[in-house]
């Protein structure tokens, strides 16, 4: 088995090319696939030795590559992780999963029959104040949490997510999937129902 894992990552525009970055850094970075010429020819000159593709399918076929990175726009994830996943590959994807729950529950049916890795990029999990902050909202804050969080956070004025896929699917998901994690069931329809409110206050 390899010490590193290769990662290919699918879309390697403004958000995508901070995971090829970060992936190159780690040494685990196999591949990328781009559609836009321009910037498949930024990746090769930028990362020497990085297989560039223009389509998913030879890059699915590459035995170098165990996991895959979803950075596309949203209407693409679904079809591209479930290509993924069929080709035997752990799937990172980003939010949101996909444009129903319908689809979203396939993938993650399809993850586990396959016995693969289905992951959502819900990063803000991982940072520490978001930890520490489960006690308090243990204690009843859940809402006020919640709240500050849709109306606190950096929404930039929803900017293009807003034409993209939809500003609120894009950022409902994740602070309700922050504040409203496992441990805090009584206060969930409450909060779901003011984070809803303030973002559709924000973004029209």
């Known amino acids: ?13 403004n958000w995508g090319r ?10 685990a970075l196999a591949a ?23 389509a998913p ?9 165990d996991a895959v990175v979803i950075a596309t726009p949203a209407p693409t994830h679904y079809a591209l992780a479930r290509a993924a996943l069929g080709a035997g590959k752990d799937v990172l994807v ?3 999963m996909t444009l129903s729950v319908r689809e979203a ?22 940072k520490p104040a978001v930890k520490s902050s489960s ?3 243990g204690r009843g804050w859940s809402e006020r949490c919640a709240v500050w969080k849709c109306a606190a956070g950096n929404w930039d004025g929803c900017g293009g997510q807003k034409t993209s896929s939809g500003a609120l699917r894009r950022t ?33």
């Open 1 to 13: 088995m390899k010490s590193t894992p290769g990662v290919a990552v699918f879309g390697a525009g």
């Open 18 to 27: 901070n995971h090829v970055r970060v992936f190159h850094r780690l040494g």
């Open 32 to 54: 990328v696939v781009e559609t836009d010429a321009r910037r498949r020819a930024e990746v090769a000159e930028q990362y020497p030795g990085i297989s560039v593709y223009a």
């Open 57 to 65: 399918g030879p890059m699915l076929a590459d035995a170098a590559v």
């Open 94 to 96: 980003e939010k949101p």
């Open 105 to 126: 529950e396939e993938l993650v049916a399809a993850a586990a029959e396959r016995d693969r890795v289905l992951l959502l990029g819900h990063l803000l999990l991982y």
């Open 135 to 137: 006690p308090a909202c």
């Open 172 to 204: 409902i998901s994740p602070c309700c999937c922050i504040w409203l994690g496992p441990g805090r069931p009584r206060s969930r329809p409450r909060v779901w129902s003011r984070c809803s409110r303030a973002l559709r206050t924000m973004c029209g």
